[in-house]
């Protein structure tokens, strides 16, 4: 029972066959042990061999199942005893059912086998292994590894050695194959030749492929190192410009602290001065048209000069420069006046008349266009583009007043001023009509002017 149950046992799995096939040399492998000892699932891309024989197969070799050989491992399982029964079973039945393969030469006390004679078609003990090799008559026997089924080994049509290898057909023959079987008038070598040639084939082209993987490692490998050079300046690079860029918004940031500072503590609105109808904001750095009562009416006139609000401090000396953010508010009034000797009185004598008199100074926009106002003189602007932020220069030792866009840095009108008595700068937001004109005039106050470079096409007056 051991040796048909070692037949019926795929060398690979050790287990019984599933969905056996045969190969060419007669060795039996399950399906998917030799799919998997191949390396492939049914599309042959590499040199196919036997694993029991170790002779090179078909390239094209196609592998059906063996249905009689399956039928008989299922009769097998089917019959089989179970575990239960051998362990209740009489020692001499386990022990026979479990025994090794014995010398088919030692009659009267069984011995162990360890060689196979194919040509005697039996299996040979030490002593009888060793008497092939001592005589004349049986030393050219071939002789292997003990096997349970030396038919196996054999050609299954002429029960001759397979010692022969069909060189068109690629699989192992006997003599009388070639002789008179299938294989008549193939071209054959011996088997030993052909298994030599087959390994020297299979080591060269195992040399081929690590020649070539080993060329495509030096490259992958030269390609990384190269990537990671490209990573490593890329990551310089972009630390060294992140540097720079925080070198630069540090410097932004320092300078608009000392803008922030330096106009915190710059002259502001004068509440005092203010038009009762303007609301001043808590900084007094904003001015805006107080939002009226239901039913109040106001002034048609947007433009009327006495809406207005001095600044702080004057000056009569020195070079100042201070900024109004407008935005887009549609109607404003900004410029410097004389104020009055006493503050008390109001801005009456120096607001009511901005712009129309000689001791005041400014630019008036009124949707869209801009004019240069003083003396009951009116000057219209060309501005190309919209002003937002406006820029004022008083350089009191030229006696020029100055009016930029503070955000292109460009003349937009010079005044000449010759004034002994104090300035004040002076903001009017103009009325609000219909809620379109509310947003403030903020005032931004740079107490250390620097020395422009600014387009100076627009003359003196």
Same mark, same amino acid.
């Given at each position: 029972m051991g040796t048909v149950e070692e037949t019926l046992k795929c060398p690979v799995c050790q287990d019984f066959f599933t969905d056996p096939v045969t190969l060419p040399c007669g060795h039996d492998f399950c399906l998917t042990c030799i799919q998997a000892v191949w390396e492939t699932d049914g599309s042959h891309q590499a040199p196919l061999f036997c694993p029991e024989c170790q002779i090179f197969l078909p390239p094209d070799l196609t592998l059906e199942v063996n249905t009689i050989l399956r039928t008989k491992v299922k009769d097998f399982i089917t019959n089989m005893p179970s575990t239960a029964e051998l362990q209740m079973a009489p020692p001499d039945r386990a022990s026979k059912s479990s025994s090794a393969i014995h010398c088919d030469h030692c009659i009267e006390t069984p011995s162990v086998a360890v060689k196979t004679c194919l040509t005697c078609d039996a299996s040979l003990c030490q002593a009888h292994a060793l008497l092939h090799q001592q005589r004349s008559a049986l030393r050219e026997h071939t002789v292997v590894e003990v096997t349970g089924d030396p038919l196996s080994l054999k050609c299954r049509e002429h029960r001759d050695e397979l010692k022969l290898?069909?060189? %068109?057909?690629?699989?192992?023959?006997?003599?009388?194959?070639?002789?008179?079987?299938?294989?008549? /008038?193939? =071209?054959?070598?011996?088997?030993? &030749?052909?298994?030599?040639?087959?390994?020297? *084939?299979?080591?060269?082209?195992?040399?081929?492929? !690590?020649?070539?993987? !080993?060329?495509?490692?030096?490259? $992958?490998?030269?390609? %990384?190192?190269?990537?990671?050079?490209?990573?490593?300046?890329?990551?310089?690079?972009?630390?060294?410009?992140?540097?720079?860029?925080?070198?630069?918004? &540090?410097?932004?940031? =320092?300078?608009?602290?000392? $803008?922030?500072?330096? /106009?915190?503590?710059?002259?502001?609105?004068?509440? /005092?001065?203010?038009?009762? +109808? $303007? &609301?001043? *904001?808590?900084?007094? +750095?904003?001015?805006?048209?107080?939002?009226?009562?239901?039913?109040?009416?106001?002034?048609?006139q947007p433009y009327d000069s006495q809406y207005s609000v001095l600044a702080q401090e004057s000056f009569t000396t020195g070079q100042h420069y201070w900024e109004v953010i407008v935005q887009d508010k549609p109607y404003w009034l900004i410029g410097v006046t004389t104020g009055p000797a006493d503050k008390k009185d109001g801005p009456s004598q120096s607001s009511s008349g901005l712009g129309v008199n000689n001791t005041s100074w400014c630019i008036y926009h009124g949707?869209?266009?801009?004019?240069?106002?003083?003396?009951?003189?009116?000057?219209?602007? *060309?501005?190309? =583009?919209?002003?937002?932020?406006?820029?004022? $220069?008083a350089n009191l030792q030229k006696g020029e007043l100055s009016f930029y866009d503070a955000d292109s840095v460009t003349l937009l009108h010079s005044f000449c001023v010759q004034c002994r008595e104090p300035l004040y700068p002076m903001f009017n937001p103009c009325i609000d009509v219909n809620g379109l004109n509310r947003q403030p005039l903020t005032l931004f106050w740079i107490n250390d002017p620097w020395n422009w470079q600014v387009n100076t096409n627009v003359g003196k007056e």
């Open positions: 290898f069909c060189m %068109e057909e690629r699989v192992p023959v006997c003599c009388l194959c070639v002789l008179v079987g299938t294989h008549k /008038n193939h =071209k054959a070598s011996q088997l030993h &030749e052909a298994c030599a040639d087959f390994k020297k *084939s299979a080591a060269d082209f195992r040399e081929r492929v !690590s020649d070539k993987y !080993s060329r495509i490692r030096v490259v $992958l490998d030269g390609d %990384e190192r190269l990537m990671m050079q490209i990573i490593d300046a890329e990551e310089a690079y972009v630390t060294e410009w992140l540097e720079a860029q925080r070198g630069v918004m &540090e410097a932004q940031i =320092k300078e608009i602290d000392t $803008l922030r500072a330096a /106009n915190l503590s710059s002259p502001a609105l004068d509440s /005092n001065t203010a038009h009762p +109808k $303007l &609301e001043i *904001s808590q900084d007094r +750095k904003q001015v805006h048209w107080r939002q009226q009562p239901v039913g109040e009416t106001t002034s048609p949707d869209g266009q801009y004019t240069a106002c003083h003396d009951t003189q009116e000057k219209q602007l *060309s501005v190309g =583009k919209r002003v937002r932020k406006l820029g004022i $220069l």
